[in-house]
């Protein structure tokens, strides 16, 4: 009964590749998150979908897309991986509102060769 | 613009100490606050969190925290540490408007808890 699952843990890929990391919330949140920590833990935002509406779009490389299929799921498709892509990603989900909390799944160590 | 500034990157204290994690707040309003904590290989975990009201709010697993508004400080403390209560503790802030909750985290604090 995992509240917001990742897929895959792990991923170690090639530079120059393209690859996706899955994200699927069962709290029935309407909004859900994508962040990148990096080698130093610090943590930031990369985007947001409310009911499948991109509402936060942070400065992030435009080989990042996300995509909402529906409200239970965020993917997050990288293009063309560089070196500096390597850390881990963290999907999370919440209610509408700025005092909602979010609950966080356990990422996704991407690391680049 | 708004950041968060946790000053200790790392702290270490023997089990049944207590603990005290700072947090300092840069924000034109008193923003929605929040603790929260990352063990090992996991993702994060909310301890507690300050929207109004009451300065001095409680959490999970003993946590508490105090709001300061003077001070732009939201500090978390413990009366008595844990072995298991080691892990990175982030502090982060909400903007009040926008509808939406863009969190904004600091560095973070390693805690370390000697036997």
């Known amino acids: 009964d995992t509240a917001v699952s990742q897929t895959p843990k792990y991923l170690v890929t090639q530079m120059g590749n393209d690859k996706s990391i899955k994200c699927e919330q069962n709290?029935?949140?309407?909004?859900m998150y994508w962040y990148k920590q990096d080698s130093k833990k610090f943590l930031k935002i990369m985007f947001s979908y409310n009911n499948k509406e991109l509402i936060i779009n942070e400065t992030v490389p435009n080989r990042f897309s996300p995509k909402s299929p529906d409200k239970a799921h965020l993917n997050l498709h990288i293009n063309s991986l560089e070196l500096g892509d390597s850390a881990v990603y963290f999907c999370?989900?919440?209610?509408?509102?700025?005092?909602?909390?979010?609950?966080f799944g356990d990422g996704t160590r991407l690391s680049i060769l | 613009a708004q950041s968060v500034t946790q000053p200790d990157i790392h702290i270490t204290v023997s089990e049944g100490a207590s603990l005290e994690l700072r947090c300092n707040y840069s924000y034109g309003a008193t923003p929605y606050l929040f603790w929260y904590v990352q063990s090992p290989g996991q993702g994060l975990q909310l301890l507690l969190k300050?929207?109004?009201?009451?300065?001095l709010v409680q959490g999970i697993k003993g946590f508490e925290a105090e709001f300061k508004r003077s001070q732009s400080s939201f500090n978390l403390r413990k009366p008595s540490v844990h072995w298991s209560d080691a892990a990175e503790y982030f502090c982060a802030v909400a903007p009040l408007s926008g509808g939406y909750n863009k969190l904004i985290f600091g560095a973070g604090t390693r805690l370390a808890v000697h036997p």
């Open positions: 300050y929207f109004s009201g009451d300065t």
């Open positions: 999370a989900s919440s209610p509408p509102g700025a005092n909602q909390p979010q609950h």
């Open positions: 709290l029935g949140h309407d909004t």
